[in-house]
């Protein structure tokens, strides 16, 4: 029992021992002690909402909403860029937005792509896309961003509704 107690503080010594670097400048030597990175976590009370039975809490807060599943989205031709949308404002394949059906204008769903599980969150901004097949229609820099083949139309993707 005591050779293991005295093995066990021997090698928490020489681990400790080792976390110190040696510089060594003109034949001085000094030891510096390892840096401290202080933590950027925030100490204090969390407000927890409700949980309701059908949403998702995620890592950085979210609350989603399961929308669809295995969802057909495709994105903007670029010359769509600059033209109004349906809810007014001008429409940019450099932004996060998409064209939804029946979604209100403004909500913000978080569309994962079921092949590689990549995630993007978009604004709700247009009406569409106008092919039965299709649920979604992403920006050009949404749809490229979780794409698993950047010379892919269309994609199987995941809708879920971000509660705010």
């Known amino acids: 029992m005591r050779i293991k107690k005295n093995i066990t503080l021997s090698l928490f010594a020489v681990t400790f021992l080792s976390c110190f670097t040696t510089i060594t400048s003109q034949n001085k030597t000094a030891v510096e002690p390892p840096k401290i990175i202080q933590d950027t976590v925030k100490i204090g009370k969390l407000s927890v909402p409700p949980l309701e039975s059908d949403s998702i809490f995620t890592d950085n807060g979210l609350k989603l909403k399961p929308y669809k599943k295995n969802a057909h989205?495709?994105?903007?031709?670029?010359k769509f860029t600059g033209r109004k949308t349906a809810?007014?404002?001008r429409f940019d394949n450099n932004k996060?937005?998409?064209?939804?059906k029946k979604l209100p204008f403004?909500?913000?769903?978080?569309?994962?792509?079921e092949a590689n599980g990549k995630f993007v969150i978009?604004?709700?901004?247009?009406?569409?896309?106008?092919?039965?097949?299709?649920?979604l229609d992403l920006s050009k820099r949404a749809f490229m961003e979780i794409t698993k083949s950047k010379g892919a139309g269309a994609m199987k993707v995941t809708i879920?509704?971000?509660i705010e």
């Open 73 to 78: 989205a495709s994105y903007y031709a670029d």
């Open 87 to 89: 809810n007014g404002s």
């Open 96 to 100: 996060y937005t998409a064209a939804h």
């Open 106 to 113: 403004g909500t913000r769903i978080k569309v994962t792509n």
């Open 122 to 135: 978009v604004k709700i901004t247009d009406r569409g896309p106008f092919v039965k097949t299709r649920e």
């Open 160 to 162: 879920e509704r971000i």
